[in-house]
Each structure stands twice: as structure tokens, then as C-alpha cells.
């Protein structure tokens, strides 16, 4: 698998490329699926559909590998926390954490990562139908980024609930972070026994944290997570994606393959900072997806930075529902041909 290859650091014929949120709402195709399943739960909880969605960018805009259609939220619904998506909102926990009881209260390690069967199910039924010379990646979200999600009990702007517990009460943090690491765990390991040939730790709000704070509270567990995996599971490239850290760079380090490069941090620091330890993956700003110009200048750019370096295409974030499919083609080939050694 090329992107197995690449995530390695081993020469392939071209740089493989794929999008964050690729199976989504930019396509028509989604929309349909979506549709005959209802809400955006019950299409993750439906292991047909989920499949048939995860494999739609693969068809239809061509990218090298396919993720896993799903949400990092499912995690902390099957610990026990009401879920719900609700319409312009996004997620929504109507009883978030506020305390050692709760936290308690909470379904833990294998028994909580045994009940997310539809996942398992899911990731079986893509790996019987993509090529095999496709990946197919699993996920989670970082420890940090479901706590804040299940503390705040929403999206945050100021994320004040959740600093309000690290500066007052580090402990109980530590003991949620704790308890949702040890699921992770779990979960990417049956990510994998399924068919996951790849999996993927999202920290989306990474840069909520200070520096010290973010390695204390995010980092470590993500690490701790990561060094689990690979002991048992050596042959599985594990990228790791804390967004907007790049102030951070000089402190990274940890048992994984690939650093995904948020857009807003500059390709070139990423190569200088972390280029001769891991591959680097990214890191398009997503928004150049509006104008084929604005791609072409940044896959060029990108690929220039990277020419002589070990990289897999992607964009700096996820993809926008309102991206022309049309232009998510074009950067996907663009990146391939671009990058063509042969
Ligand atoms: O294609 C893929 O990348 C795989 C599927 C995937 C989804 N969510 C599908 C989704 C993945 C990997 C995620 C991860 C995820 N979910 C993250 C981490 C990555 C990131 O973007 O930073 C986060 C923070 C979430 C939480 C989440 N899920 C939010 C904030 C929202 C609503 C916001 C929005 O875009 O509307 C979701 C819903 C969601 N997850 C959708 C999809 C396709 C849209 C739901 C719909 O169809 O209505």
C-alpha cells in the first residue's frame, strides 16, 4: 500500500494524498446517503451506509486512502454521556462533567470500548470492499479533546469551563484524562484487530492550551496512547494531529510516525523542526479549496517544501461542506501529479 509505504518514510511512485472530513457534505452523494439514514448518529450507527460513505471519496474524488466514517464523539456517548447533533450547532452533551462522581459514574476501559460494535462492524465491512491497494484509516479524538467536549458539553470559544478545572482542580482533570486515555486505548486496538491499517489521533483544540499545560494535559496522553499501540502493533503507522500548535514544535516527541501539519503552521518549520523524526502530512488551508488558482499556488508550494522530504498530502483541516466537488478532484490529482517520481 503506497500509503502504508509513505507513512513510513519509504520512497513511492508519488506523494499520496487524502482530505480530513472527506466523506461529508460536500458531496452530493453523502447528502443522499445521510438522508435515507436520518440523523448523523444513526448514519455512524448503521454500518452499511457508514461503509458505503467511507468509500465515496475513494470513488469519487480519488484519494489514496479512506477514514473511517464515524465522530470522535462516539467515544464518550458509549461511556455513558447523553449525545446529540443538533442542526447549526454541532455536538451537544446535555449533562456534561462536573465532578469526581460523574467522572465515576462513567463506563471505563474495555467494557466502554467493547460497546462501540458498530465501528467494528463498519471498519470490517470497507476493508471487504476497498482495493487493497488503498489504507483504510481509523480514529479517535486526543484524551484532551473529547474531556474538553464532555466538560464543556459543547464547542467553546473560550473553553473557560474546562481551564477553570486545570487551574483549580488539576487532579480531577487528570482523572477524567486518565480514564478516556485507557478507553482510547482500547478502541484503537479493535480499530486495528477490525482492519484499520492506519489510525489517527485528532487534538483539535490543541491550541487552547499554554505550552506547559498543553504537554501536561494533551501531549503525554497522547504519547502514552501512541506508545501503547506501537509496541503491540509495530506494523501500524500512527499520525498524530494536535491543531495550531506550532509554537510548540521544539518539545515534540514520542513513539509515531507521522506528524499531521495544521495549516496554520508553516510547512517549512514543521520540515526544520520535525522533518528528519517523522514524516510530515498536510497542509493545504482548506479554504484554497474555493479557487483551483489558490490550490495550484499552495500544492506547488507545498510540494517545493517537501521535495526532499517524507510527506502525504492533505489539507491543514477539514474540508468545508461547501467546496465544489469539482475543486476537491483537482487538488487530489494535482497533488498526485505533482508529485510523481517515476
Ligand atoms: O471524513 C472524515 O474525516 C471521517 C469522518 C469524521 C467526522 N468527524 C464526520 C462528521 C471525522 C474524522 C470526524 C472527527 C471530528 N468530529 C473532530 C476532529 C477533527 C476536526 O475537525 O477537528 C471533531 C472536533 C468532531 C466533532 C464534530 N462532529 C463537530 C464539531 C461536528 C459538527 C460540526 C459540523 O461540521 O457540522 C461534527 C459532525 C460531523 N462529523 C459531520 C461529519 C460528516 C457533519 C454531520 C452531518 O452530516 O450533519
Not at 487551574?167 to 480499530?191: G, W
Not at 509496541?231 to 500512527?238: F, G, Q, S, T
Not at 494531529?241 to 506528524?259: H, Q, R, S, T
Not at 517544501?305 to 487530489?332: C, S, W
Amino acid at each position: 500500500m503506497i500509503f502504508v509505504d509513505a507513512c513510513f518514510g519509504k520512497q513511492t511512485p508519488y506523494t499520496p494524498v487524502w482530505m480530513m472530513r472527506q466523506a461529508g457534505r460536500y458531496l452530493p452523494e453523502y447528502m443522499a446517503v445521510r438522508a435515507e439514514a436520518g440523523s448523523f448518529l444513526d448514519l455512524c450507527h448503521n454500518p452499511p451506509l457508514a461503509a458505503e460513505v467511507t468509500l465515496q471519496p475513494v470513488d469519487i474524488v480519488g484519494v489514496d486512502a479512506a477514514i473511517l466514517f464515524s465522530d470522535i464523539l462516539v467515544v464518550p456517548n458509549e461511556m455513558g454521556m447523553k449525545l446529540d447533533f443538533v442542526a447549526g450547532e454541532g455536538p451537544v452533551f446535555a449533562d456534561p462533567i462536573t465532578s469526581k462522581a460523574d467522572i465515576d459514574a462513567l463506563l471505563g476501559g474495555k467494557e466502554a470500548a467493547e460497546r462501540l460494535t458498530y465501528v467494528y462492524d463498519t471498519i470490517r465491512l470497507i476493508r471487504s470492499s476497498l482495493s487493497s491497494d488503498k489504507a483504510l484509516i481509523g480514529f479517535t479524538g486526543a484524551p484532551w479533546t473529547l474531556a474538553t467536549y464532555m466538560i464543556e458539553g459543547q464547542g467553546t470559544k473560550t473553553y473557560n469551563v474546562v481551564k477553570k478545572l486545570i487551574y483549580t482542580d488539576p487532579e480531577l482533570m487528570h482523572s477524567l484524562l486518565a480514564k478516556v486515555t485507557e478507553v482510547v486505548k482500547y478502541y484503537l486496538e479493535m480499530q486495528i484487530q477490525a482492519g484499520a491499517d492506519v489510525v489517527q489521533i485528532f487534538d483539535s483544540w490543541a491550541a487552547a492550551l499554554e505550552k506547559s499545560k498543553y504537554f501536561e494535559f494533551s501531549w503525554n496522553y497522547m504519547k502514552e496512547i501512541a506508545g501503547y499501540i506501537k509496541a503491540k502493533y509495530p506494523h501500524i503507522p500512527i499520525i498524530m494531529f494536535p491543531k495550531g500548535i506550532a509554537g510548540y514544535l521544539d518539545d515534540i516527541d514520542g513513539d509515531f510516525d507521522v506528524f499531521g501539519v495544521d495549516w496554520s503552521t508553516p510547512m517549512a518549520l514543521a520540515k526544520e523542526k520535525l522533518g528528519d523524526r517523522y514524516v510530515l502530512q498536510g497542509n493545504m488551508e482548506p479554504c484554497r479549496l474555493y479557487s483551483k488558482e489558490a490550490t495550484k499556488e499552495c500544492v506547488a508550494s507545498i510540494a517545493q517544501t517537501m521535495k526532499d522530504g517524507r510527506h502525504i498530502f492533505n489539507l491543514g483541516h477539514g474540508i468545508l461542506p461547501d467546496v465544489p466537488v469539482e475543486n476537491a478532484q483537482y487538488f487530489v490529482k494535482l497533488c498526485q501529479e505533482l508529485s510523481r517520481r517515476d
